[in-house]
């Protein structure tokens, strides 16, 4: 059974950083492109950032981009999110994604990112 | 690159059936999009990957009642014998060489 554990998530002051982890159990996490979706409180779902199974190749949605890094280390079965210069509109629940034949097939249970002074 | 327009929410009864729509932008009528599900206080569940022929896989454990079926930008997701855990938000996802993006969500709630 895939499984997928969030951490990481907690409360940052605007312009602080944070680093999402997620790891994965039950499959082959080095074959499979991962991403990053988050909700906003009342929200529907945003697509964040993806990644190559290898690493190489990364992709963020226009909102993050130069301010989030996604990264993985396919040892350590784990995918990061480095997300930097914060703002009040990034508080959400941050899920990681399993992708299967390029849909998300298994998502974490999220972890809560509240930005706030 | 494409979106996807859902309506906001749709309503059935217990025991019916009910046709959620999930439509791409003039151009992306070949796109596959995927369907996930959302109950209340939870994670977002996979569904199905659809096809623009109609084509459907559905993930592990996605009950019967649940199909899929496409006519030109349309994708829809259909719940037979609607149950009172099926009142979730629902939501189509779809993707492209460097960007992944979501519809808007229907609210489906069970009368």
């Known amino acids: 059974e895939v499984q997928l554990l969030e951490s990481g998530g907690g409360l940052v002051q605007p312009g602080g950083s944070l680093r999402l982890s997620c790891v994965g159990s039950g499959f082959t996490f080095r074959s499979y492109g991962m991403s990053w979706v988050r909700q906003a409180p009342g929200k529907g779902l945003e697509w964040v950032s993806a990644i190559g199974s290898g690493g190489s190749s990364t992709y963020y949605a226009d909102s993050v981009k130069g301010r989030f890094t996604i990264s993985r280390d396919n040892s350590k079965n784990t995918l990061y999110l480095q997300m930097n210069s914060l703002r009040a509109e990034d508080t959400a629940i941050y899920y990681c994604?399993?992708?299967?034949?390029?849909?998300?097939?298994?998502w974490g249970q999220g972890t809560l990112v509240t930005v706030s002074s | 690159q494409p979106v996807l327009t859902q309506s906001s929410s749709a309503s059935a009864s217990p025991g019916s059936s009910v046709k959620l729509t999930c439509t791409l932008t003039s151009g992306h009528n070949t796109y596959i999009i995927a369907w996930h599900q959302q109950q209340p206080g939870k994670a977002p569940r996979y569904l199905m990957k659809l096809e623009g022929s109609g084509s459907y896989n559905k993930g592990s454990g996605v009950p019967d009642r649940f199909s899929g079926s496409s006519s030109g930008a349309d994708r829809y997701l259909t719940i037979s014998n609607l149950q009172s855990e099926d009142e979730a938000d629902y939501y189509c996802e779809t993707w492209d060489s460097n960007t992944r993006l979501f519809g808007g969500g229907t609210k489906l709630t069970v009368l």
């Open positions: 994604a399993q992708l299967v034949a390029s849909a998300s097939d298994s």
